[in-house]
């Protein structure tokens, strides 16, 4: 895009204002070349980046890169076959630690574009573990970087006690009044002492230094050299030890480098964003919605390089004409329009939030070009007016479909006449050419061109006479006036001298300016009754809230009170069953009365009648569609009890056979239901758990309800007769089964065994018992029978 117009639309400075946001320096290079993209794939990719990391920020603050560096030197250096120096290697260190922090806190990030930047991240766990072991936080090499580093290091110093320690015992005895002072120096990286000159015959080694006056001599003894030879070796070996060290790590750098360059690339693509959101969230910037035809709606715009109290203001082009004429007095405002325009255009296609309030919008340009400000220059022999139309010129050139021209005081700097009638020729001919164009101007020739060709259109920048100062609001639809006779007025010119200046206009001019100002006046009142209708339908808009909020909350309180009763019933349910529960364990072990179940239902009764009123409340049960049974379906008998497959079904299907344990059993097709436990039982019961009764379940028990009333958990057969004993067995395992006992005890006592012999062998055969045994101790003994049903 035209690079002119971004330096005069001051778009560096927002993008240096970016750098400096950066946390080091491959991302402060990225922010350093950011440019608008005329590519709406591309923009669009930017936005999205600013958004998502926008969001992260707000969600996780402490996000970020870290303690990264800028490694990138030291890879290349390192690919290259160069060998790093220590300070290198930590600062690859804390370049993967943060690396790793960062891949870490995108692993699971829900945000698409940084999930996908987080696989770019590679921390290299290897690397970094090997660097701690081979460093401590200030950059020496450790003992433990190799197998041998610390076994030579030890030598060196074992070299170097056995060195200091032989020429101390000389320093401090053996050449006694030989020494100048008594002390051990190093001299070209030799350990000697000082002699004097005069002393030189006494003391026999090696001259390895003299002083100034040629008084001292520093002399290496010879008892020492071997000393001091052992010590420079060991010094060697470790030297070379450490430079294989580092050797063999800088060739682990270079074998990973296409990982780390490409860490490197993503750690700073993620600081970008971060400094694209943290730029966003200090300007209080909102994303700009982009349209799909060339339309500026700005709402509340701010320019971004204005300090202090910023007016805002609202901008709109494009919707019924593309031309924007806006005038006003001087120092009202109009550049500052025209600069907002460009500014915040060129920072939405360069990915960037722009200072307005959502539901603005702004489309992808072509390119943006802006003629503001003065073009003149000496050097070229260019007036002011010949520097703007040179780059007119080249504005003129390029204008088109997609492109927005920005003109500062078009046709100024030439004769009022001549430069209006270019203004106007040069509007005219942007507006056949498809570009969005705004011009500011002073020309009263040019209100009159706005309001009367189609295609543009007015704009005023506001001004207040009585503080003369401006207000900065931007009017749509209302040219602006120059108030030069107004101003002078207010400043003390005196009244003759502008009532003689207002003579001098010509009666048409006088007519346009009080028309102009019926026009505002008009337009003031107007925005009153705007005004109070926008208030009055802010206070509708509250109440209806207000409403939303009080039906919510109700609604809220209504599924609270629900929940408890079903929670409630739930609990009731469950205490009913455990009372059913109990009562059948009772009948099982022994005989009761009918009192005892009676006591047992009151008490079961109570527990429902404590349901509360949420809890039975429920819609009732659609009526279900007839059962449509077929052979083999299993069926329960209603009446009866019985429960087992359909053998046969009439051709009428008005009755059926049931076959159930053993017996087959005649019965009525519509007092059939199916059996517990089968498919269409299944569909049933799930209807039937809607209420409190449902017919599904509420036959069968109360049916067995009705003959656990009447049938005891054992039968008394002692002094019956056999015929009679086997008759009265028949029909109390028939009782039992319905009621649905377990078991059954049969007491028909010793005796001579013909009446127990009888009723093992009838029950053994009988279709409803599966097991028949005697009584054990504390069950009647053998003189009762226990079957199993």
């Known amino acids: ?42 923009v669009a990719r930017r936005l999205n980046e600013t958004d998502q990391a926008r969001s992260l920020l707000e969600d996780r603050p402490g996000v970020g890169i870290g303690a990264a560096h800028d490694i990138g030197p030291l890879v290349e250096r390192a690919a290259r076959g160069g060998r790093l120096d220590p300070e290198g290697f930590l600062a690859i260190a804390d370049t993967l630690d943060a690396t790793a922090r960062l891949a870490t806190s995108l692993a699971e990030e829900r945000r698409p574009l940084l999930r996908a930047l987080g696989r770019e991240l590679h921390p290299l766990p290897a690397i970094r573990s090997t660097l701690a072991r081979s460093f401590d936080p200030v950059g020496e090499l450790l003992d433990t970087a190799s197998p041998r580093l610390g076994g030579l290091r030890a030598a060196v110093r074992v070299a170097y006690d056995r060195l200091r320690r032989r020429l101390d015992a000389l320093v401090g005895a053996e050449l006694g009044n030989a020494l100048q002072e008594p002390i051990v120096t190093l001299r070209n990286g030799r350990y000697v002492v000082p002699v004097k000159a005069e002393a030189r015959s006494r003391v026999k080694g090696i001259v390895h230094d003299s002083s100034g006056s040629g008084q001292t001599l520093f002399i290496e003894p010879l008892v020492a050299v071997e000393l001091g030879n052992a010590w420079r070796e060991a010094q060697v070996a470790e030297r070379d030890e450490v430079e294989r060290i580092l050797d063999e790590l800088s060739a682990l750098i270079a074998a990973n480098a296409a990982a780390l360059r490409e860490s490197l690339d993503a750690m700073a693509r993620f600081d970008l964003w971060a400094a694209k959101a943290t730029l966003a969230a200090d300007m209080d910037a909102t994303r700009a919605e982009t349209a799909d035809r060339p339309e500026v709606v700005l709402l509340s ?7 202090g109290r910023v007016v805002p203001i609202d901008v709109r082009i494009g919707d019924g004409y593309t031309a924007l004429v806006v005038t006003g007095p001087n120092t009202g405002g109009k550049t500052v329009t025209l600069r907002t325009v ?20 702004l489309p992808v340009w072509r390119d943006v070009f802006a003629d503001i400000g003065d073009e003149q220059s000496v050097a070229q022999s260019l007036s002011t007016f010949s520097g703007h139309l040179r780059r007119i010129t080249t504005i003129v050139a390029e204008a088109g ?20 009638a270019l203004a106007q020729a040069l509007l005219d001919h942007f507006i056949r050419a498809g570009a969005i164009v705004a011009a500011t101007t002073h020309y009263a020739e040019l209100k009159a061109y706005a309001h009367t060709t189609p295609g543009a259109t007015n704009a005023a920048v506001e001004f207040d006479l009585e503080t003369l100062s401006p207000t900065y609001h931007v009017t749509i639809g209302l040219p602006g006036g120059s108030q030069a006779f107004a101003i002078a007025e207010r400043l003390g010119l005196p009244d003759a001298i502008v009532a003689d200046a207002r003579s001098r206009l010509s009666e048409s001019q006088r007519s346009f300016e009080a028309t102009l100002a019926a026009i505002r006046a008009t337009e003031g009142e107007t925005s009153d009754a705007l005004e109070r209708a926008r208030s009055a339908e802010a206070r509708a808009a509250e109440a209806l809230r207000s409403a939303d909020e009080e039906r919510r909350r109700a609604r809220r309180e209504r599924d609270q009170q629900v929940t408890a009763a079903r929670e409630a019933a739930d609990e009731l349910v469950e205490e009913l069953r455990a009372e059913v529960a109990s009562t059948r364990r ?36 659609p009526a279900a569609a007839p059962q449509r049974w077929k052979v083999g379906d299993r069926a329960r008998s209603r009446s009866g009890g019985w429960e087992g497959r359909i053998a046969a079904l009439e051709r009428g299907g008005r009755r059926g056979t049931l076959e159930a344990g053993g017996m087959r059993v005649s019965v009525e097709v519509d007092d059939l239901v199916p059996a517990v436990g089968s498919q269409a039982a299944v569909g049933t ?22 003959r656990a009333r009447t049938v005891a958990s054992s039968l008394d057969l002692r002094g019956a007769r056999v015929e009679e004993a086997l008759e009265a067995l028949d029909r109390y395992l028939d009782d039992a089964s319905v009621a649905g006992l377990g078991t059954a005890t049969v007491i028909h006592g010793l005796g001579t065994g013909a009446l127990r012999d009888a009723v093992r062998a009838a029950a053994a055969a009988h279709p409803l018992v599966r097991e028949v045994r005697p009584g054990e101790r504390g069950e009647g003994g053998d003189g009762a029978t226990v079957v199993t049903l």
């Open 685 to 706: 019961g799930n209807r039937g758990r809607a209420g409190v009764g449902a017919d599904a379940t509420s036959n069968a028990a109360a049916l067995r309800l009705d």
């Open 301 to 307: 715009a701010r320019h971004p390089g204005l300090t």
């Open 342 to 361: 460009g500014l915040l255009s060129l920072m939405h296609q360069a990915g960037l939030h722009v200072p307005a309030e959502a539901g603005s919008r």
């Open 586 to 621: 009772a009948l099982e072990r022994e005989t009761v009365t009918a009192a005892s179940i009676d006591a047992a239902v009151a008490r079961a009764e109570a527990i429902a009648g404590r349901l509360p009123p949420f809890a039975v409340a429920a819609a009732p049960a």
């Open 1 to 42: 895009m035209d690079a002119r117009s971004q330096v005069l639309l001051e778009f560096p400075l927002v993008r240096d204002r970016l750098a400096e946001l950066t946390s080091f320096g491959p991302s402060r290079r990225l922010a350093e070349t950011l440019e608008p993209s005329a590519d709406p794939v591309i």
């Open 401 to 420: 479909p997609g492109t927005l021209v920005l003109l500062d005081e078009l046709g100024a700097g030439t004769d009022p006449t001549e430069g209006s």
